[in-house]
């Protein structure tokens, strides 16, 4: 237990951090600073217990733990804060989608005197703010822990997320980068790029297409209103492996594109048999029910 | 009522239909020919009084209304037997995804007695067999039925439908293509690719990607697990809008890409938030619930 959280930026995730610290008492205090004042409303409504901080000032002296749950693209602006007002003994984390480039800017810009150890849960949904929060949002998601050289500090944060019901994987951030930007961060930019394909077509033909989306572009169009802040960050940070991974997927789509050109059935129903596998996989590993699927009504 | 309907091809939508013409009592008997054994065996669960016929031959002839719900490649084969065996006041309808080709095979191999009413109802999920039918499968889905000049027949297909729960839209066979090429036909496309892209990932890299499938990639996974001869013939049969669905959407990725590595926020953002407004219209034409999706579990 600590003496004092901070939580920096309490949307979806930060809000269920908080409320998870509440439920499992991880900390006598919790203090938060949150821009949005529609936010802040919404937050002091969750716990009278909670401190809401105005500014990263001398408030935040003797706070022994931080969490930031901001989108990434803050990250510049919180630094150079915490470096005036943390202590010695604070230990940071973040939640952060990509991991290498975040390791760059604290290594450039975070005082020698600080130390954080980068975090990544896997969790969440398409929408934001506090008032999706949930303090069950953890329990048995994957929360990746980038390896350090402080294993007393990795210990500390490794311990925390196992609190909040995570399974922890440790990882080193290239690596981290290179899996989500196919697990997670492609399939973002090809749903934003499916329904974007689908609105030029509806603008040009002038026809209501949208409510026939039930036959597959409705599951898309979910994803696809996720946070425009949040993935903006998360592409651009990620930016030499999404190149890798756009390229890879057009490759793909090219002998698909062949394969229907030319009818080439055996090659063809060889890749669509073949997809089934993975859903299989996804199943057995718990990342989805076998259940199917005829729509949410 | 019909005194003899026929279903041709029971897995999930024949068996849909057969269970809703059960229970609607839409017929005074029910036939069905399905090839797939185990198929038979599941059917001949649901009631006692289906019944089963092995061949599509001297059986039918007093058939009134046939449904084809194979994939669309066994219709070759069925045409000529109908031709043969079904009487001229027999009437025709089937439930293929695409309605341009299947048109052209029926103005050329249907005998001209018979009547073939183009239907698609916008229902069904990532399972096959019979297993998987409902009775409510159809209720409030939409059922697109292609125009016809026999404006009799035509009636009476709509109010077949219209028993089963479904809402009806009437379009040509050509904008039924065109429009479902990019709402169901190039997301299912798209779901296949991005999934081979990712197994490819998988086996270069040996490292259990699937296991981080919450990000993102899961959700496309449920698509990608479809019954791959029911997607290749659509794709096959609807080539043409295919091939120009994809080449829209490679466009739209290549502006995407650019994006990302020139770092072009202001462009790049007004893209993600336009994406938003589709998902909303969806909500708001109950393709799908607003309530957000945080895996299913």
Redesign the interface.
């Known amino acids: 237990m600590y003496k004092k959280i901070l939580i920096i930026g309490c949307g979806l995730i930060g809000s269920s951090i908080l409320r998870v610290a509440i439920k499992k008492k991880l900390s006598k205090k919790i203090f938060v600073f949150e821009k949005n004042k529609k936010y802040r409303n919404q937050i002091k409504k969750i716990n009278k217990k909670i401190i809401i901080i105005k500014k990263l000032d001398k408030n935040i002296q003797e706070i022994n733990f931080v969490v930031i749950a901001t989108p990434m693209s803050e990250y510049k602006k919180i630094i150079p804060k915490l470096n005036i007002f943390l202590n010695n003994n604070a230990l940071i984390t973040d939640v952060g989608?990509t991991r290498n480039n975040v390791g760059k800017l604290i290594k450039e810009k975070l005082s020698k005197k600080l130390n954080w150890i980068m975090s990544h849960p896997?969790?969440?949904?398409?929408?934001s703010g506090p008032q999706?929060g949930?303090k069950n949002?953890f329990e048995n998601?994957?929360c990746i822990i980038i390896k350090d050289k402080n294993k007393d500090k990795l210990k500390k944060v490794i311990s925390f997320w196992k609190k909040t019901g995570s399974k922890i994987i440790l990882m080193n951030s290239k690596?981290h980068d290179?899996?989500?930007s196919?697990?997670?961060?492609?399939?973002?930019?090809?749903?934003?790029?499916?329904?974007?394909?689908?609105?030029?077509?509806q603008k040009k033909?002038k026809?209501n297409?949208?409510?026939?989306?039930?036959?597959?572009?409705?599951?898309?169009?979910?994803?696809?209103?996720s946070n425009?802040?949040m993935?903006?960050d998360i592409?651009?940070n990620n930016?030499k492996n999404?190149?890798s991974?756009?390229n890879?997927?057009?490759k793909?789509?090219?002998s698909?594109?062949k394969?229907?050109?030319n009818?080439e059935?055996k090659n063809?129903?060889k890749?669509?048999?073949?997809?089934?596998?993975?859903?299989?996989?996804?199943v057995q590993?718990k990342?989805?029910?076998a259940?199917?699927?005829?729509?949410?009504?």
């Open positions: 989608s896997i969790a969440g949904s398409e929408v999706y949930n949002l998601k994957w690596e290179k899996i989500f196919i697990t997670s961060h492609l399939p973002h930019l090809i749903a934003y790029n499916l329904i974007k394909t689908a609105q030029d077509f033909d026809k297409i949208i409510k026939f989306s039930a036959g597959g572009l409705r599951d898309f169009s979910r994803i696809a209103a425009e802040i993935w903006r592409f651009f930016k999404m190149i991974a756009i890879k997927f057009s793909n789509l090219n698909f594109k394969n229907i050109q009818l059935d063809l129903r890749k669509l048999v073949n997809s089934k596998k993975v859903r299989e996989q996804i590993l990342q989805d029910i259940k199917p699927d005829f729509g949410r009504e």
